[in-house]
């Protein structure tokens, strides 16, 4: 089974709202990423967490917090989004020692308003 | 310039065609070459993965490392309507993925 789920599929939030993407994988996957994708670019990478840990942030904004409560699970909280922040949001997985062969989710889009 | 460059298209051809998609990328530390497909509105499927230089094949799909020439290729072949999507190259330096570049991706479409 090579598949990651994402929910919600669409998100509409205005910039005053807080939600929540959530994102789960049961491939014994210890590494977990979000990455942020504008139409007709290629995925930009904004979180890695290995083995349930922070290990890479890339500069992104605070207004997205990063969660990983245990080894199959992933969130990504939103608050005070603007509407530049609109895109689909990619979730993915490997193995940290393989972390070059990931498997992505089907993406959150997310429309801010 | 960039680390990792790829013809946009859009590319069309006909079913039944061989495809060749191309990536060139001036970082002779990478070593690992990925392929996705990415149908709209939907994630990045990963078809191909080879390390260093060589060829690699899956069913219709063949993909070629150069890494004398830093530039990587996949072919498809008996090109079927389903194959309609765009195509991302990917590469690393390291088999961890923490530097992961993707090319800009090049959208195929195949015709009936």
């Known amino acids: 089974d090579t598949e990651v789920t994402q929910t919600p599929k669409h998100l509409v939030m205005g910039m005053t709202n807080k939600k929540s993407l959530k994102c789960e994988q049961h491939?014994?996957?210890?590494?977990m990423y979000w990455y942020k994708q504008k139409a007709k670019k290629p995925p930009e990478l904004m979180f890695v967490y290995s083995y349930e840990k922070l290990s890479i942030n890339e500069s992104v904004p605070s207004r997205f917090s990063p969660e990983c409560p245990n080894s199959s699970l992933l969130n990504l909280h939103l608050h005070a989004l603007q509407p530049e922040d609109s895109a689909l949001y990619l979730c993915?997985?490997?193995?940290?020692?393989?972390?070059?062969?990931?498997?992505f989710g089907p993406g959150t889009r997310l429309t801010v308003t | 310039q960039k680390e990792v460059e790829q013809d946009p298209g859009p590319l069309s051809v006909p079913e039944g065609a061989i495809v060749s998609l191309n990536c060139t990328y001036s970082n002779s530390a990478f070593q690992y070459f990925m392929w996705y497909r990415q149908y709209s509105r939907k994630g990045p499927e990963l078809l191909m993965y080879t390390y260093s230089s060589g060829n690699k094949e899956d069913g219709r799909f063949t993909a070629q490392v150069d890494k004398s020439s830093k530039y990587i290729s996949l072919f498809i072949r008996d090109s079927q309507p389903s194959d309609s999507a765009t195509y991302l190259c990917?590469?690393?330096?390291?088999?961890?993925?923490?530097?992961?570049?993707f090319g800009t991706g090049t959208s195929l479409t195949v015709i009936p």
């Open positions: 491939m014994g996957h210890r590494a």
């Open positions: 993915a997985s490997s193995q940290p020692s393989t972390g070059s062969e990931q498997y």
């Open positions: 990917a590469m690393s330096a390291s088999s961890t993925g923490n530097q992961f570049y």
